[in-house]
């Protein structure tokens, strides 16, 4: 199916512990973007990608690492999770830089 | 500093009624401004958006109107329905950064049938 998609939805980790949180466009787009959802707050933009290979950091990027080897993937790794890491991820991917984004329907994180 | 301000944080409605979201941003730079409609369990969708050469944008039940001057910005919903329950939230960007959006804190809708 063409579209966004994240994975896994849900995921539990301990404090210390590595956790990537995969994202898959089928659209070629050439941008993408994860954001982070915190209760009560609108979306915060970690980091983004305008390409294979070009990332650049967002409003909140401490903590986390992305790369993007491949145009349709753009993985996000929290190198050693935190509990304030806690929170509702999404991908998103735009076909230009001006053009709107499309969101993926998040993966929902615990770090205890 | 939150650069896109949005209220009410929540909003109760009786079917057939209008809900009215507000925001108000800071940086002259925005100039694309996007509502999104998110339903639990959903990614953020794209519901309308505007730049600031117009005053008002249409699209079915969905309205919003922009004030550059004040630097505001608001979208109304007319005849609300209980499927338009859902949390809203406004965004601003420079036009030429789609995923650097600005987001305000989401306005949760419910209406009530």
Request: aromatic content about 12%; proline content about 4%; glycine content about 8%.
């Amino acid at each position: 199916d063409a579209g966004i998609t994240q994975s896994p939805r849900y995921k539990i980790t301990e404090t210390g512990r590595q956790v990537t949180l995969m994202c898959h466009q089928t659209w070629s787009h050439s941008y993408m973007f994860w954001y982070r959802q915190d209760l009560g707050h609108g979306l915060r933009l970690i980091y983004y990608s305008a390409a294979a290979d070009i990332t650049d950091k967002g409003e909140v990027p401490d903590g986390y690492v992305v790369s993007r080897s491949k145009t349709e993937n753009f993985p996000l790794t929290l190198e050693s999770a935190t509990r304030s890491q806690t929170s509702v991820y999404f991908c998103a991917s735009s076909e230009e830089g001006w053009a709107e984004a499309f969101f993926g329907q998040g993966t929902r994180l615990t770090v205890v | 500093q939150q650069q896109v301000k949005q209220s009410p944080q929540s909003l109760i409605v009786q079917k057939g009624g209008i809900s009215i979201i507000n925001c108000a941003y800071e940086n002259t730079a925005f100039d694309y401004f996007p509502w999104y409609q998110q339903f639990p369990g959903k990614g953020p969708a794209l519901l309308i958006a505007i730049r600031p050469d117009v005053s008002e944008k249409k699209e079915g039940r969905f309205t919003i109107s922009f004030n550059k001057s004040a630097k505001q910005f608001s979208l109304h919903i007319m005849d609300s329905q209980p499927g338009d329950s859902a949390t809203y939230f406004c965004a601003a960007r420079r036009n030429t950064n789609a995923g650097k959006s600005t987001f305000g804190d989401g306005t949760t809708l419910t209406v009530k049938p």
